[in-house]
């Protein structure tokens, strides 16, 4: 922008300095001293002769002899209605105008005039074009500007978004710390089980070419002891905390809006039956399909009947035989299905039952029976836990209660709840929006509240259960029966083996 305005400068510069020229110049050029003229004589016709000068308002300001019927008079006019100045030159009687000698030079300096004005005209058309090019420059130096402006605020803008974002999973990836910490000792572990089993391997080794060179009942003994550790490093390595669920599977459409559907977690290899139980209460047929493909693609199935009735939906198949609550109290029955018969029932004492401490859903859910890596378990309130949720390990084979651990959250509050590991973990509802936010761990007596999202398809979901064997969660919601896949991380303490 600067170099368009000098070049106005110059101009403007450079019209002075001829205007100046033109001031003391001109009259020494037609002889004209400095006496000004005062007066015309009066009825004198005189030719005049005009020169328009340039739209710039340049007047000559001529001093004239004395006499002036013996030369030129030349005088300034004001502007025409263009804005152009108008220079009037009288000449003198015609009878002197062949004489004057000084003619031919007026001519010349006419001459003159013109072609200053000209290249006035030309110096004024350019100048009107640089200052339009000016003011076009300084209206597109002001869009930049805004653009910049903008461009500079959209990017404070988009890194607060980024910062947001990058600070929300910093908060979800926290906690895994210490999980990776614990790994680290646990690949410990393992290379030390590796190194004893190569130890044993080279000892056995040499006794098989030397007996007797070693103590076959010591070694005996380190090679149980070796296998039990093992043993408990690989049902360790089945557990671990929930971190993730994935999104529904849905097997099947079929039964009421309530009901339960599970295969055996310890069923023989190959034992892939489906056992189907639709609603809630007032039925106590038990649909058997030979495999999940059967159960997917047709309605082939064996039915058995119970002796009584279930309530809720919280029955479960573990090991050959169902276990569920009997409708309207609060007694377990294991029945076996390889004997038709009834193996084993006992009261759970002072559990609630009959819609006393049902599940926010209802459907007489007081008692829910599950099953996970560590065995049976029951899930009820008491009045004596003031109907917050209590969790009772139970032996399979007598349905004794091995340990109770009481919590501090209301049964009625919660959706559904499931077994992993030893944790019980709650969802926060039963229909639309659900996520998993609580969990009680039976291992360390203690709480805490998460945010595991869980997406509910169908909107009402009246049974949750985890199966270890398939590690996955079963769930019947609203007449659909769907899985869902549980991502765990496995911690392995060195003390506890």
Known sequence: MSVPLLKIGVVLSTMAMITNWMSQTLPSLVGLNTTKLTAAQGGLSRPEYRSKCASFALCLQLVLPANPEESWQVYSSAQDSEGRCVCTVVAPQQSMCSRDARTKQLRQLLEKVQNM???????????????????????????????????????????????????????????????????????KLV????????????????LQEEMGAYDYEELHNRVSNLEERLRACMQKLACGKLTGISDPITIKTSGSRFGSWMTDPLAPEGDTRVWYMDGYHNNRFVREYRSMQDFMTSDNFTSHRLPHPWSGTGQVVYNGSIYFNKFQ??????????TSSISKSRQLDYAGFNNAYHYAWGGHSDIDLMVDEGGLWAVYATNQNAG?????????????????????????????????????????????GTKVYYAYSTNSSTYEYIDIAFQNKYSHISMLDYNPRDRALYAWNNGHQVLYNVTLFHVIRSEEL
Not at 329 to 338: A, C, G, L, T
Not at 402 to 426: D, Q
């Open 117 to 187: 004005t000209q290249s006035i005209q030309v110096l004024d058309q350019r100048t009107q074009r640089d200052l339009q090019y000016v003011e076009k420059m300084e209206v597109q130096l002001r869009g930049l500007e805004t653009k910049f402006r903008q461009v500079e605020e959209n990017h404070k803008q988009n890194i607060a978004k980024q910062y947001k974002a990058i600070k929300t999973k910093m908060e979800e990836l926290r906690p895994l710390i210490p999980v990776l910490e614990e790994y680290k000792a646990d690949a």
């Open 388 to 432: 917050n949720i209590v969790i009772s390990k139970l032996n399979p084979n007598t349905l004794q209660i091995i340990k109770s651990w009481t919590t501090n959250h209301p049964k009625r509050s919660a959706g559904e709840s499931f077994m992993i590991c030893g944790t019980l973990y709650v969802t926060n509802g039963y229909s639309g």
């Open 191 to 206: 290379l030390q089980f590796k190194e004893e089993v190569q130890n044993l391997t080279s000892v056995l080794n040499e």
């Open 329 to 338: 109290s609060h007694v377990i029955i294991k029945f076996d299905f390889r």
